[in-house]
Structures are given as C-alpha cells and as structure tokens.
C-alpha cells in the first residue's frame, strides 16, 4: 500500500489565517494546531496534515529578508519528513516571498505552495477556503512516487502559477494573481488539470538552499518628467549594488543625456542595473527601440519578460551568492528557476 502523503502547513500571517470571536466578532488568528476541528472535511483528504505558526504572525507588508531565513529554514529543517509544504502568507508581498523562496531552494524536488485569501477563512464566503484545501491536494499530490509539482508555486482562486512569474495585481478580487508571461501550472475545476509541460523537472542531487542575501538593491521605476535629482539620489545610495529599472514598453527609457550619463558613471562604480519591463506582459529588447540603446552600449542588462518582484528576489539572492559581478551579470540575464525567457525551452 502507498503511504499516505504528508504536508506541513506554515503558516506567517496574512488575512487566510483570521477567524471571527463569536462575542467580540473581531478578527484572531485562527488555531491552526487544531486544524481537524475547525475544518472537518479536512479528514476526508489523503493526507497527514501538521502545521507550524511563525511567532509573531505578521501582515505581508512588514515581511523583510530576516524572515524569508526564518521560513526557508523552517522548510529546510523538515524537508525529508514531508512530501510538500504550504505556506499560508498574506497577498500583498506573496509575489516577492514565493520568488524569494524559488531562488534560495536550488535542486527542489517538492512542491512549496504559497496561497492566502482576500477574506478571512473564518468568515463565510471566504475564499481562504478552497485556497487552502486545494494547495493541501496540490502539496500532497504524488505520481509514480514523485511530487507532481516539484517547484514553488502560487495557488489562488482555481489557479496554481509558477511563484517566479507571478504578481498580486487585483486588491479587490477574489482572482488577484496574475502571471503574464508563462502559462498556469493547474487549473482546478472537478478535476486538478496539470499543465504538465510546463511544470519544473525534478531537481537531482538533494537540495541546496542558499541563505546568502544582500538586501543593498533599489527599484527605479521611469515616469514621464523623472527628473535628474530623483535618478541621481537613487543611483548614489551609499553601499547601493544592484539597481532593477523599471523602464517602458520593451525596455525604453529617456534619452536625455543627463540620463544616460548618471547610469553609466553608477555602471563603472559597480552598480549592476536591471532593465525590466511596466508592462504585465511581454519582454524587455534592448535595441528593438532607438530609446533603449544607449542603455545597451552602456552596459544595462536586459531582464527579459521577469517580473519586478522576481527581479529583486533574484538580485538580492545573487548579490549575497559571494560571486563576482561578471559572473553575476551573465546569471541576470538567463533563467536561473524558469523566472524568464520563453517558456517553450522550459525551465
Ligand atoms: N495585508 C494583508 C497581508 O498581505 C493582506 C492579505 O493577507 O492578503 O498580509
């Protein structure tokens, strides 16, 4: 007989975890050590579920890069005694968490699933709900012996997204992730549809989690009208080492010359800068437009179709790999987890 799977519920915080006092009818956070009580049906799934609560539980919007060692530890720590882990995070930084997690977990041949909810489990028309049962199913789900989802991901209202790919976009909506360059890894209906094809292959050789991060980068996002005084204040950060510009369309900038020659003189200091792209879908091509290349001749590094908030995990992490920043620039510009390029060469 198969053994039945096993999961470990993390929980950090976040709206999923809140229940309503039935006296005072504020919101606590919810009892996860009594998990089979307040949700029974949970018996019924094929799975040996325990849990772990962070001390304090914070709201997603004072996550800070102390915390992602915390968590990863915690995922390390237990690594061998569990088939999958959920991470119950608030929506607001989950993009960032999950990237995070991607790139310090090398060689993962488990699934980590981020979910949360936009209203509380304990009230009634959560949707923290099917998050949560869904991403259990999704952790504990194993084929020939194997996780079926052996990376980190993001499930939110019926859809599980590469975590590297994805950003909160909707504060109002139940559907509140998007993944605008690369495909769901499931949908789930009646049936969980795996979009096997797209999923990561099994890392070999037992993981490898680094916990080298330097938290010294900065994001620049254009506007029309930046003016030299914001550009240069940034850019001469004290200690600042990484730089992720956020530029328009396929990675167009101002051609001021003023512009140009801040980034430059910050580029010969060492400072490593990202060209990503506003838009929520489509890639940065420097050089497509006559307005991006002098960034290009200048020693900007094109980003590809990456998201902003897997830009920063993945500056930070190789920031903090100890390597040197050729060998650096080299790694920003290809996919290191599946977080860029088309998804038909696959991660
Ligand atoms: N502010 C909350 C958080 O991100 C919202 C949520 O839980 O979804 O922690």
């Known amino acids: 007989m198969q053994k039945q799977p096993s999961v470990l519920v ?3 915080g976040g709206t999923i975890g809140m229940i309503q006092n039935k006296e005072t009818l504020a919101l606590e956070p919810f009892d996860f050590d009594h998990l089979y009580k307040h949700i029974p049906v949970l018996e019924g799934l094929n799975c040996r579920i325990e849990s772990h609560s962070f001390d304090p539980l914070i709201d997603s919007s004072d996550m800070k890069p102390a915390f992602w060692l915390r968590l990863a530890k915690v995922i390390e720590d237990n690594y061998n005694r ?7 995070h608030g929506t607001d930084t989950m993009a960032y968490s999950a990237s995070m997690l991607s790139f310090m977990f090398e060689n993962l041949d488990k699934p980590i699933i981020f979910t949360g909810s936009q209203l509380p489990l304990g009230m009634l028309r959560t949707d923290g709900r099917e998050n949560f049962i869904a991403s259990l199913e999704i952790a504990s789900a194993i084929e020939n012996g ?3 989802v052996p990376e980190v991901a993001i499930y939110f209202e019926n859809k599980l997204f590469r975590a590297n790919r994805t950003i909160k976009f909707n504060a109002e909506n139940f559907d509140a992730f998007l993944s605008g360059n690369y495909p769901v890894l499931a949908e789930v209906g009646i049936h969980i549809k795996y979009n096997r094809n797209v999923i990561a292959k099994h890392g070999v050789g037992g993981i490898k989690v680094h916990y080298g991060l330097d938290p010294n980068v900065a994001i620049l996002k254009l506007f029309p009208g930046i003016s030299k005084c914001v550009v240069e ?8 080492k990484g730089i992720i510009l956020e530029t328009y369309g396929s990675g167009n900038a101002p051609t001021d010359r003023w512009f140009i020659e801040t980034l430059r003189e910050a580029i010969e200091k060492g400072i490593l800068i990202l060209n990503v792209t506003q838009c929520k879908e489509g890639a940065v091509d420097i050089g497509k437009y006559q307005t991006s290349v002098a960034l290009g001749q200048i020693g900007v590094i094109g980003g590809e179709d990456i998201t902003t908030e897997s830009a920063l995990a993945k500056m930070m992490h190789l920031l903090g790999s100890g390597r040197e920043n050729n060998e650096i620039k080299i790694l920003l510009s290809k996919s290191l987890r599946g977080e860029q390029g088309s998804w038909i060469e696959k991660a």
């Open 233 to 240: 204040s940034v850019l001469r950060i004290d200690g600042l």
């Open 10 to 12: 993390i929980y950090t």
């Open 146 to 148: 194997k996780s079926i």
């Open 82 to 88: 569990y088939d999958g882990f959920v991470v119950l």
